[in-house]
C-alpha cells in the first residue's frame, strides 16, 4: 500500500502501516513547503527494515530545449501553406481519392471527391492549407503514392 505526504519521513522497522478495508486514506494532510512535490512512501512490515526516504527526482528542462507545448505553439503561428494537387493523366479518380483520404487526416470522402474534381477539371486543387512542416510532409506522401502535389505559401492566411 503506498500513501503520499509532503517531505522527508523517518521510518523505523517499528513503523507499520496496515490499513484495514474499508478505511479511507487522505493522502495529504497539513501544510506543506511544496504541495507540487510529494514523496511516496512505501509501508513495511515488521522486520522489513526502515529509513529515510528521499523525494523523488524532478526532469527539469534544459534551457533551449523546445517542450512539445512549444513546438506546437510555433507550429500554429507559422505561416501557413497550401498543399497543392495537380492533375496528372495516369492516375484513376478512385485512386487519387482513397490517396487523399488515407495521407490527410480528416478528409472525408466528399472533399477528397470534390479536390480530385476541381484538380481534374481546372488542373490544379488546393488540398490543405497548415504549418509548412505538415504542408511539406503531406506532399511529400502524396508523391509517394504517385500523385503530383506542390506547396505554396499561403498569402491571406488560413
Known amino acids: 500500500m503506498e500513501s503520499a505526504v509532503c517531505g522527508r519521513l523517518a521510518l523505523s522497522p517499528s ?3 496496515n490499513p484495514k478495508p474499508g478505511d479511507k486514506l487522505p493522502l495529504y494532510k497539513g501544510p506543506c513547503v511544496n504541495p507540487g512535490v510529494l514523496t511516496v512512501i512505501s509501508a513495511t512490515g515488521p522486520g522489513k527494515g526502515g529509513g529515510l526516504l528521499e523525494r ?3 526532469e527539469k ?14 507550429r500554429k503561428m507559422s505561416p501557413p501553406y497550401r498543399v497543392l494537387l495537380h492533375n496528372d493523366n495516369y ?3 478512385e485512386y487519387v481519392v482513397q490517396v487523399l483520404m488515407k495521407v490527410i487526416p480528416g478528409m472525408t470522402l466528399d472533399n477528397a471527391v470534390n479536390i480530385m474534381q476541381e484538380a481534374h477539371h481546372n488542373g490544379l486543387s488546393v488540398v490543405i492549407i497548415c504549418a509548412q512542416a505538415d504542408a511539406e510532409e503531406h506532399c511529400m506522401q502524396l508523391r509517394s503514392n504517385g500523385l ?3 506547396i505554396e505559401p499561403a498569402s ?3
Open 156 to 158: 491571406g492566411g488560413c
Open 91 to 93: 492516375n484513376k479518380r
Open 61 to 74: 528542462t534544459t534551457p533551449g530545449r523546445e517542450s512539445e507545448f512549444d513546438l506546437r505553439k510555433s
Open 56 to 58: 523523488p527526482t524532478i
Open 15 to 17: 513503523h507499520v502501516f
Open 148 to 150: 503530383l502535389s506542390s
